[in-house]
């Protein structure tokens, strides 16, 4: 842990972690038999998340499947309710926005759904089977109605106080040394001046920025942080760690006894923290921001869950949704497996709802040092096991992370202090949109992007979860500057903007294949 340096010198080089959603830092093994397998999720999930999340079943073990319909729509959405349980399912959400349900069941669903009538595509979303459904909450399954209801924002409990062992924390920085914040508008190449004021006269004031939602998907955020006390919007925030919105106040905070549950927290912080002079400033601060928890009981990124937080977004009116993670269980999605095949088409259904209806879909790239348009390997995945070694894949450019390589998604990369490419950052011709200020984790904390942590604490990150929170906080100001511009424009802007602030060049932000249009530039 990083502590105060009574002399006043820049303190000495300390290591600092790639922030783990975006790079996948989240481990698991696969178990030797069924029964050793629930045994081991029950006990992780007594441990993480005090009770058991899951129904027992009658001595059977379930997987989760997403059922897609023909129809993306509600009618849809019933067709294929209907086929999942006459095969055996058990339907605990529905998504009528996209044609979609949230089934469990036994070993053997997918195939017994597959190809009825009204059914596109079937496929079980984890690998390591669970006792039986989730249990039933009080308040889920609404996503047009938001919560919120009782204490507000900044009251009840503090999260996320469990990992200061693993996170490097650091003194209060009295929003100096704002290196990234002075990037957003540094020649690329050049290193960052950060007694510069990050943003001009003519950039909305938090007044204007205050009309904005934007949506963070991601382990939770600490609405009680001094920070994010009046930028967290209670009724627009919401827990989707099963794949059913709920929208009971506080579920949006971060469990302390998950892993990395203070990522959020740090993201939503950059996003649009309060510029005070105190702690940190966001890229837009006075930006309202919708608190959408994603990671689990167990852990994991499901894509039911994802599914879940980009409609609860898209619904509840986010111009921008960010996605500073991958998604569970499989880090690439190939289109010859028919289970990541439907993942692949059911998120990207989300997707495509969520820009229909306004909102930039911003997600980080991936911190593989991978590039997204060759063949690459895969030896993460299945990451929900619970023992042994993961599977070791050769995959082809056709396998695709989720959702960062959808169509339409703002997919971006990570950027050193020097605006120079991060080693670790995925990469890509034709596969990446946006390059942002990310961070060095070997620069120590000086290099790194100091944010908000869980407990109105400070951490220093590094890594493409924190570039995708700067283009996230760059399309609220472009949204509060257009408010009647649609997705699609609103996008367009950020990239013209970079593109014209870009020399060319091949270690410059010409370099298409490490920095898409250009470096974010904040619009003006």
């Known amino acids: 842990m990083a502590q105060a340096d009574p002399s006043g010198s820049r303190p000495a080089p300390v290591p600092v972690r790639v922030a783990g959603p975006a790079g996948g830092a989240r481990r698991r093994g696969r178990g030797r ?293 991958f998604a569970d269980p499989w880090k690439y999605n190939c289109p010859d497996d028919p289970d990541q095949a439907a993942l692949t088409a059911a998120v990207g259904r989300a997707v495509d709802y969520a820009r229909r209806r306004g909102a930039v879909v911003v997600a980080s790239a991936g911190n593989d040092a991978q590039d997204l348009g060759a063949g690459r390997t895969d030896e993460r995945s299945p990451n929900d096991r619970t023992g042994g070694p993961p599977l070791s894949r050769s995959l082809g450019p056709e396998c695709v992370r989720l959702p960062g390589e959808l169509p339409g998604v703002v997919t971006v990369t990570a950027l050193d202090r020097d605006g120079r490419p991060s080693a670790y950052t995925n990469h890509g011709r034709g596969r990446v949109s946006l390059a942002a200020p990310g961070g060095n984790p070997d620069g120590g904390v000086q290099g790194a992007v100091v944010s908000d942590w869980p407990g109105g604490r400070y951490a220093a990150l590094a890594g493409t979860s924190m570039a995708a929170a700067h283009v996230t906080g760059a399309v609220a100001v472009a949204a509060a500057l257009h408010p009647d511009w649609d997705s699609d424009r609103l996008a367009a802007l950020l990239a013209a903007t970079a593109d014209a602030a870009c020399p060319p060049g091949p270690h410059a932000c010409g370099d298409r294949e490490y920095y898409g249009a250009g470096a974010l530039v904040l619009p003006r």
């Open 33 to 325: 038999g069924p029964l050793r397998v629930l045994l081991v999720m029950l006990l992780t999930a007594l441990v993480a998340g005090g009770a058991v999340p899951y129904v027992a079943g009658p001595g059977r073990a379930y997987l989760s499947y997403l059922v897609l319909a023909e129809r993306a729509d509600a009618e849809g959405a019933g067709r294929a309710a209907e086929q999942a349980r006459a095969a055996g399912g058990q339907v605990v959400q529905e998504y009528p926005q996209i044609g979609v349900v949230l089934a469990y069941a036994a070993g053997g669903f997918a195939e017994k759904v597959r190809g009825r009538p009204g059914v596109a595509a079937v496929g079980a979303t984890r690998t390591a089977p669970v006792p039986g459904p989730p249990r039933s909450v009080d308040g889920a399954g609404d996503f047009r109605t938001g919560g919120g209801a009782g204490r507000g924002a900044g009251d009840g409990v503090e999260g996320g106080a469990g990992e200061a062992d693993t996170t490097v924390t650091v003194p209060d920085p009295g929003e100096r040394d704002a290196w990234n914040l002075a990037l957003l508008g540094a020649a690329p190449g050049a290193a960052a001046d950060t007694t510069r004021p990050p943003r001009g006269p003519d950039t909305p004031g938090a007044d204007a920025l205050r009309k904005v939602l934007v949506a963070v998907l991601d382990s939770g955020v600490d609405d009680t942080h001094p920070d994010l006390r009046a930028a967290v919007d209670p009724k627009s925030s919401a827990s989707c760690t099963d794949g059913r919105p709920d929208a009971r106040t506080g579920s949006w905070r971060p469990d302390a006894g998950v892993g990395e549950s203070g990522h959020g927290t740090h993201v939503a912080g950059i996003v649009g923290a309060a510029r005070d002079g105190r702690g940190v400033s966001g890229v837009a601060p006075g930006v309202r921001i919708a608190a959408v928890r994603l990671l689990g009981p167990l852990g994991q990124y499901y894509a039911e869950n994802i599914v879940c937080g980009m409609l609860w977004a898209a619904d509840h009116g986010a111009r921008a949704i960010n996605n500073s993670y």
